[in-house]
């Protein structure tokens, strides 16, 4: 009876405390739950796959610190798996955030797979107005971008070797929290023919839905949960899988708490009411 009574009067500093442990302990932890991999998420890994060695793709990201928590996950999958397949890519940002974000994110991951900033890839910074960058770099990529996130003019860049105009591009990918990945299909998807990815938010992925079902985009991932996916297709615990494990962790405590309350109030209810029987 008294352990029935005590764990329904758990003190809240208890539970808020195995709360705090079943949200951080999992940051330290290299578990994965299984989860199925939606049709776009696996168009979009196959798509990379179908791309030659030492092509060279444009990696768009135009987030910023409030959607860091999907788009970066989503961000950093990407990067992993285009690192992986020995791809060539400049990044470009019409976020400022985005550019310092994505820029600190591919430093951190260069040296695991090779790479090194100038020779594999390259930063091409903060820009402003889609519309007349892209029109302007379809046609002439030198004259247009001329210099790094560095300073460093774009010609002088071995990862630049042969990259000219539009025609040069292999494969699009976009993480963009917005609608503005528009721009990428308008100017440069559409009239040149390249492929193209998009890593949206959940709540923009059902308007994107339209672009992959016109063929227009060749791949997609939806939020975290695309995240989570594309690091199942990668063997790869990160950022994506730990942020899940953590909310699954924290989720799984919550209910069994809730079982276990409501058991001990049906239980003691029960009790309570043999011991007036046969007081009776």
Request: proline share 5%; glycine share 6%.
């Amino acid at each position: 009876m008294k352990l029935l009574r005590t764990l329904q009067t758990v003190d809240r500093r208890v539970l808020y405390a195995l709360l705090l442990l079943a949200v951080t302990a999992p940051f330290f932890m290299s578990f994965k739950v299984p989860v199925s991999i939606s049709p776009p998420t696996q168009k979009l890994y196959d798509t990379i796959e179908s791309i030659p060695e030492g092509s060279f793709i444009i990696f768009g990201t135009d987030w910023s610190a409030g959607t860091r928590g999907e788009n970066g996950a989503q961000s950093e999958a990407l990067m992993r798996h285009v690192m992986r397949h020995h791809l060539r890519f400049a990044i470009v940002c019409f976020d400022p955030q985005a550019a310092t974000l994505t820029q600190k994110m591919a430093m951190q991951l260069q040296a695991e797979y090779g790479y090194k900033e100038g020779q594999d890839w390259c930063n091409w910074g903060y820009r402003v107005e889609e519309v007349l960058f892209f029109k302007a770099l379809a046609e002439n990529v030198v004259s247009t971008v001329k210099s790094d996130n560095h300073g460093h003019p774009i010609e002088s860049l071995p990862v630049m070797k042969g990259v000219t105009s539009a025609h040069d591009f292999k494969l699009l990918v976009n993480v963009n929290p917005t609608n503005t990945y528009t721009y990428y299909i308008q100017f440069l998807q559409g009239p040149y023919h390249i492929p193209m990815v998009l890593a949206p938010t959940a709540v923009m992925a059902p308007e994107a839905a339209n672009y992959m079902d016109s063929g227009q985009l060749s791949g997609m991932l939806t939020g975290l949960s695309g995240a989570i996916e594309y690091e199942q297709l990668l063997h790869q615990v990160g950022r994506a899988t730990k942020d899940s494990n953590c909310l699954s962790v924290a989720h799984l405590l919550i209910i069994s708490l809730m079982i276990m309350g409501n058991i001990a109030m049906v239980l003691e209810k029960r009790e309570a009411k043999r011991r007036a029987a046969g007081g009776a």
